[in-house]
């Protein structure tokens, strides 16, 4: 059994919390968090501290935090020579404090407190600094997820943008649709069935098979429509960028 203790109370460490407690294969002994009612819903508060000085041993200890503070939490940790671990996109695994081996325990998905996550189906990416830890971070990887990745910390970076293009920047055009059905007094439900076969078409055609819309098929008449329904200038130049950027993939 793998001993684990978590290091954040934010939505990534709550969902790993959740999954890890469920999980028979791994012995969550401890979860540090600067308040316990932060995980007064998640878990046995027993099991919770906002002290590093009380920190339990473990075969991997897992930061879970804002990349801004991986750092300086990875120096509170009063151990040498343990497996230490971020879960950022971004932030390379040299930031942890090298008194520890350190690695990245990167879950790819968009988390949300009041929202369940099947884990088992979370792509995680790993990364070692020492090859010889990475058989540790990877059992810990496979015993919440089937979807397991050795990824590098450039790819994992290119990664995190791509995530950030088609799950943030999709969201928030979701948002620009919800705003423009409620200004029509349109139901935003009209559309989802829509989304949904957008979202599912690109599991067997590759994106770029998959555009359809007035700006693949250069309808000029229908783009100055709708160019010109845009009331907000916001809106009117993301959908002039977007049409542009549409056209020149076909172009490529």
């Not at 002290?51 to 473990?58: D, G, I, P, V, Y």
């Amino acid at each position: 059994m793998i001993k684990v203790v978590i290091l954040g109370s934010g939505n990534v460490a709550s969902h790993l919390i959740k999954a890890m407690e469920a999980n028979t294969a791994i012995d969550l002994v401890q979860v540090y968090a600067r308040s316990k009612k932060s995980l007064e819903n998640v878990m046995d508060s027993n099991k919770i501290t906002t002290s590093f000085t009380t920190l339990k041993e473990a075969d991997v200890y897992v930061i879970s935090v804002s990349d801004k503070a991986i750092e300086e939490v990875s120096n509170q940790i009063p151990f040498t020579n343990k497996l230490v671990v971020h879960t950022s996109g971004t932030m390379d695994f040299n930031v942890i404090n090298p008194k520890n081996k350190r690695g990245v325990f990167y879950p790819l998905q968009t988390f949300s407190k009041n929202k369940e996550i099947n884990m088992q189906e979370v792509p995680f990416c790993l990364e070692t600094e020492n090859i010889e830890d990475y058989n540790s971070v990877g059992n810990l990887a496979k015993s919440l997820s089937n979807s397991v990745y050795n990824i590098t910390g450039e790819q994992r970076k290119s990664l995190h943008i791509s995530a950030v293009f088609v799950s943030n920047f999709v969201n928030h055009l979701y948002q620009i649709g919800d705003a423009l059905c409620i200004e029509n007094n349109v139901p935003f439900a009209i559309l989802q069935p829509l989304i949904e076969e957008t979202a599912n078409k690109i599991k067997t055609l590759a994106p770029v098979d998959a555009q359809t819309g007035p700006a693949i098929r250069n309808d000029e008449p229908t783009i100055e429509k709708h160019l010109e329904a845009l009331t907000n200038p916001t809106y009117k130049e993301l959908y002039r960028q977007l049409t542009l950027s549409i056209q020149n993939v076909k172009k490529l």
